[in-house]
């Protein structure tokens, strides 16, 4: 509805108004002169046909009386057009007026008129003339004339009343204009305030009317609209309530891209994903936001054939997750081509399967070579050795040496993969290395001293505090002494010394033992791998023990360096954050 349709429904009856007021003035005006020019002339007629031209005697008397009634002014023509009576002027100066309009008229048709100006009066006037009958022949004409300013005078008379009568209509029109265009006008104004309330989210109350018109009728359709409408919002409030709670707690990963293929939304599974690696995503395409060929090819596919689509993808580029794709339209917004992109995290599944496969193949190498031990011994010991106790004895020690490693092997094997599948709940708090370092030295001195190695503890008690879990700051330490002191010939050293540089506590374990080739050491890690595999197996090696400490170092947040010459010694660096205080 206009604002101002008050003013529009006033200002239509007012046009009608005026309009009707001047047509009224252009027909009334000209039909009132004509009513009284037909008045006047009737009146003349009638007083001309009074004089008696059959009394010459008495003609001076009648146009005296003929003037006292009519007003007018009497002239008397004879039938060849000659004046011989006038009531103004002598008959003298006058001409014959045979061919005035007026007598013309009156011999052709009985009755004569004519308006026309008069030079002698220098106004209008009004001419009627009548033939005198002689049996059948004409004597003479009568002509009355009157000044139209009489006339004039009363039309103008007349029809100031009427316009005063006029403007008295005029006004009560608009009186009732007024108050009919605000009785039209306020039901609408009401249904316009209601619905501005519902524009700005206001639905409370409803529109009552009694105009017992159509704009009751249609405030009660309203209103029934504003209810099934609060229905309908209430409903649709609610289903989509369940859709973002099942949206937002979805594991997957969803992403919703529009008709322009760029993404609209994306839920919270999806943006502990994607993390910090692509920031902001919305508003992007696949391609602006993962860069990833594999993603961009699978929802290709998918804009060719709109068949559902899964692929496997890799994402990000320090820590890749793998994640499985499937793409899809939307339901229900078949023509706005919406598409929806689901990410299922399958990293777990792969390191799984990954840990799987290599335990798998390492267990079956490693395991190899002691398990034939074990059951060539026993096969010895069934097939008689059993009756010589000392080499019976020899040979189940042996088989015990060999299923101890077999023991170490799975223990191992068990703490790497759950390091790896992120199984170990680390609890880190503020450590010291001199604590660490003395709790370790006592399981590790026993085999020190067996091979006459002297282990040098240079870690002050003052040392500043690093951020660790205590429990595998031990095993770190018991790995990398263990193997110091395994790999170290006899009278050889072991020294521990620890420093600060850039923000971190860096250990450094240095040992006198058989070093290590340059082009192995990047290798050192890994697991199962062994420089010499020989002596390692002797050495009752399970090949797993650096693997352990790189993961550890790494859930720390730090890092493991090794340095090494061939024959000269090694030195393993181990890098942990200092503990802020």
């Known amino acids: 509805m206009k604002r101002h349709l008050f003013y529009k429904i006033f200002a239509t009856y007012l046009v009608i108004i005026a309009l009707s007021f001047l047509v009224l003035n252009l ?53 060849r057009g000659n004046v011989f009576a006038d009531s103004e002027k002598e008959v003298a100066g006058l001409e014959n007026h045979i061919d005035r309009p007026e007598i013309q008229e009156a011999r052709v048709r009985g009755i004569g008129k004519s308006i026309r100006f008069s030079t002698s009066i220098g106004v209008d006037m009004l001419y009627v003339a009548v033939p005198i009958m002689n049996v059948a022949a004409i004597k003479g004409y009568v002509r009355l004339a009157r000044p139209l300013h009489d006339v004039k005078d009363a039309i103008e008379k007349t029809y100031n009343s009427f316009f005063l009568a006029l403007v008295i209509v005029a006004v009560c029109s608009l009186i009732i204009a007024i108050i009919f265009s605000y009785r039209l006008t306020a039901p609408i104004k009401a249904m316009e305030r209601f619905t501005e309330r519902l524009r700005h989210g206001n639905p409370e109350g409803a529109i009552l009317l009694k105009t017992a018109d159509e ?13 099934e409408l609060k229905n309908k919002i209430r409903i649709a409030n609610e289903e989509n309530s369940k859709l973002v709670t099942a949206f937002a707690s979805m594991t997957e990963g969803v992403m919703i891209l529009n008709a322009a293929d760029r993404i609209e939304v994306v839920n919270q599974a999806m943006s502990n994903i994607m993390a910090m690696q692509y920031g902001d995503v919305i508003g992007k395409t696949l391609m602006e936001a993962f860069r990833n060929v594999d993603l961009q090819k699978a929802f290709l596919q998918f804009k060719a054939t709109r068949e559902p689509t899964s692929q496997e993808i890799a994402l990000g580029n320090l820590q890749p997750v793998i994640l499985r794709v499937s ?9 706005d081509g919406k598409t929806m992109v689901v990410f299922h995290d399958v990293t777990l599944l792969k390191k ?109 008690e003052k040392f500043p505090l690093i951020k660790a879990d205590r429990d595998r700051l031990v095993q770190i330490f018991v790995n990398i002494l263990d193997n110091a002191v395994k ?90 954050p200092l503990a802020k205080i």
């Open 487 to 576: 790999f170290t010939p006899e009278n050889g050293k072991v020294s521990i010394a620890a420093e600060e540089a850039n923000g971190y506590a860096v250990i450094r374990v240095s040992d006198t033992g058989i070093g290590v080739p340059k082009e192995e050491i990047e290798r050192l890690g890994e697991r199962f791998y062994r420089v010499d595999r020989n002596r390692s197996r002797e050495l009752g090696g399970t090949g797993l023990g650096l693997s352990i400490v790189k993961h550890l170092m790494t859930a720390h947040g730090g890092k493991m360096e090794i340095a090494s010459q061939l024959g000269r010694g090694t030195k393993v660096s181990l890098f942990f």
């Open 27 to 79: 027909f009334e005006r000209a039909e009132i002169k004509k009513v009284m020019i037909g008045q006047i002339e009737q009146q003349l007629l009638t007083s001309a046909q009074l004089i008696d031209l059959n009394a010459p005697q008495d003609i001076s008397h009648q146009l005296k009386q003929i003037v006292q009634i009519s007003g007018a002014r009497v002239t008397l023509v004879d039938a």
């Open 215 to 227: 704009t009751e009728k249609l405030a009660d359709n309203i209103n029934y609209l504003v209810d």
């Open 352 to 460: 799984l399967e990954r840990v799987r496969v290599d335990f798998v193949a390492n267990v079956t190498h490693e395991i190899r070579t002691p398990l034939t031990a074990i059951l060539g011994y026993l096969e010895t010991i069934r097939d008689g050795a059993i009756a010589n106790p000392d080499e019976a004895r020899k040979f189940i020690d042996i088989i015990l040496k060999h299923a101890q490693r077999l023991n170490r092997l799975v223990e191992d094997l068990l703490t790497i993969s759950k390091i790896e599948l992120g199984e170990i709940k680390f609890h880190f708090e503020n450590a010291s290395i001199s604590d660490a370092v003395n709790n370790v030295l006592p399981l590790i001195e026993p085999k020190a001293r067996l091979k006459n190695i002297e282990i040098i503890n240079l870690v002050s």
């Open 327 to 335: 793409i899809s339209g939307v339901k229900g917004n078949t023509d």
